[in-house]
């Protein structure tokens, strides 16, 4: 495998620093995305970092890349992930965002798009990245540019937050206490310019300063170990709700005020109820690991749900396609149509708050209509043979109904699970829903029997 094969992932680009990811490589994608986006008819792109250490080293190899080849640059400098969607749809060009999201330290990455936030995943343009940056490592780069771009650099933090703030009647987030774990990531500098605007909002922000080290604890909210502060916190400083973001800030897990954390199906359901209530009859997307809850609340609330893959540039496709206003993932990626069909933490974050503030009860009152069916959780599954793993399953239970949208998942009435290889790893990922706790659990050990079989 080449070293290009190890870090070009199916929705972005990530991999260790130095060894994966080096300036080299980072050129060689600069170049490779410079040639995506002139056959595209772009001439100008915006990058944007996060707080990791290698940031500016990777940045500035693949700005050349994109300055030699006949590319401007607009350097918005350290961002979240979702401020930078927020320019390339504000100013309407290609956008590149370095950054690893919830991954260790030593990991960096790039998450590219299109004109106007449009995604950039396998089949939408990163293979042809990766084919050009490849010839570049492989010594036969494509000619440079007789006229080498610009670059200039500009801040949008306070039109970003504008932004962020038109999605919600701020007079519904009334008196209200709010605690965040920023995690030492991106939210350390986005979270505090928009609460800071909520005059009746007393909040706290956990570990802000940004650090790419990530001192405290991970900055991965999916994983409850990293959750553990922000309940604790929750409690002992008698806050409203709370708040976990990722190192880059596109995603959000809520804490109610018991400290007890949302899955990302119970927010995706509640911000579909709220789109609804604005917008009758809208549509709205749903992965398809995400609670059957999701497309009983859509329906029940006069939407149209649609289930879709797993995967921000599947999403992101699906809504373009069907003009859904809202789509959301089990994994706390929330997508709006009003954001150029990208996701945003902040902009969930503050829906949230104003479906508390509206409803005028507790956050642990307004959820429970929206939690139905005990889940799993996901579930990996080390195997040497993915697909006949999965095939050996689909036998198993095909007296059910199946599909292949992404997977397996099996409907077994009352539960169903779904079954997904890993685009990176030798691992089967499990997801299994029924009607109560003790259901689940059996059927989970019924399916992980079978799998390690």
């Known amino acids: 495998m080449s070293a290009l094969d190890q870090i070009v992932k199916a929705y972005d680009i990530r991999g260790t620093v130095h060894d994966e990811l080096n300036v080299e490589v980072a050129y060689a994608l600069g170049?490779?995305?410079?040639?995506?986006?002139?056959?595209?008819?772009?001439?100008?792109?915006v990058v944007a970092r996060d707080m990791r250490p290698s940031g500016p080293t990777l940045v500035d190899g693949f700005t050349r890349g994109l300055l030699e080849h006949g590319v401007d640059v607009i350097d918005i400098g350290l961002a979240s992930t979702d401020l930078m969607y927020y320019a390339s749809g504000v100013l309407d060009v290609p956008g590149a965002m370095f950054t690893a999201s919830h991954n260790p330290?030593?990991?960096?990455?790039?998450?590219?798009c299109r004109s106007g936030a449009r995604p950039v995943g396998a089949d939408t343009g990163l293979g042809d990245v990766k084919r050009v940056a490849q010839s570049v490592l492989d010594g036969a780069e494509p000619a440079r540019s007789e006229v080498p771009g610009t670059r200039s650099e500009r801040s949008l933090l306070d039109d970003f937050v504008e932004h962020v703030l038109s999605f919600v009647d701020v007079a519904d987030i009334g008196p209200m206490r709010v605690v965040a774990?920023?995690?030492?990531?991106?939210?350390?500098?986005?979270?505090?310019?928009?609460?800071?605007?909520?005059?009746?909002?007393?909040?706290?922000?956990?570990?802000?300063?940004?650090?790419?080290?990530?001192?405290?604890?991970?900055?991965?909210?999916?994983q409850p170990a990293n959750q553990r502060d922000l309940r604790a916190r929750v409690l002992t400083g008698g806050y409203d709700l709370g708040l976990a973001f990722d190192g880059d800030a596109d995603r959000v897990f809520v804490v109610d005020e018991n400290g007890e954390g949302l899955s990302g199906?119970?927010?995706?359901?509640?911000?579909?109820?709220?789109?609804?209530?604005?917008?009758?009859g809208a549509t709205i997307l749903h992965n398809l690991i995400c609670s059957r809850s999701v497309p009983e609340v859509v329906e029940e609330h006069g939407g149209t749900p649609i289930r879709t893959r797993v995967g921000h540039s599947y999403i992101k496709q699906v809504m373009a396609e069907t003009g859904a206003l809202f789509g959301g993932e089990h994994s706390a990626h929330y997508y709006f149509a009003r954001n150029f069909n990208a996701d945003s933490g902040l902009i969930a974050s503050l829906m949230v708050m104003a479906e508390v503030g509206r409803s005028a009860t507790p956050l642990s009152v307004l959820r429970k209509p929206f939690e139905r069916y005990a889940s799993s959780g996901e579930i990996n599954t080390q195997v040497a043979d993915a697909d006949a793993v999965i095939d050996s399953i689909s036998a198993h239970f095909a007296e059910f109904p199946q599909d292949d949208l992404d997977g397996l998942t099996v409907d077994c009435g009352s539960w169903w699970f779904n079954l997904r290889p890993s685009n990176t790893e030798p691992l089967l990922r499990l997801n299994l829903e029924?009607?109560?706790?003790?259901?689940?659990?059996?059927?989970?050990?019924?399916?992980?029997?079978?799998?390690?079989?």
């Not at 170049?31 to 100008?44: C, E, K, L, N, R």
């Not at 659990?441 to 992980?448: C, P, Q």
């Open 105 to 112: 330290a030593g990991y960096n990455g790039i998450k590219l």
């Open 434 to 453: 029924a009607s109560d706790r003790d259901a689940c659990d059996d059927r989970v050990a019924e399916l992980l029997t079978l799998i390690t079989a």
């Open 31 to 45: 170049v490779g995305f410079a040639s995506f986006v002139t056959d595209q008819g772009d001439d100008v792109v």
């Open 265 to 280: 199906s119970t927010t995706t359901a509640i911000l579909a109820a709220a789109t609804l209530r604005n917008h009758p």
């Open 181 to 222: 774990d920023t995690a030492n990531g991106m939210g350390g500098l986005v979270v505090p310019a928009v609460l800071d605007r909520l005059e009746h909002v007393d909040y706290e922000v956990l570990f802000p300063e940004l650090d790419g080290t990530f001192p405290n604890h991970p900055a991965d909210p999916l």
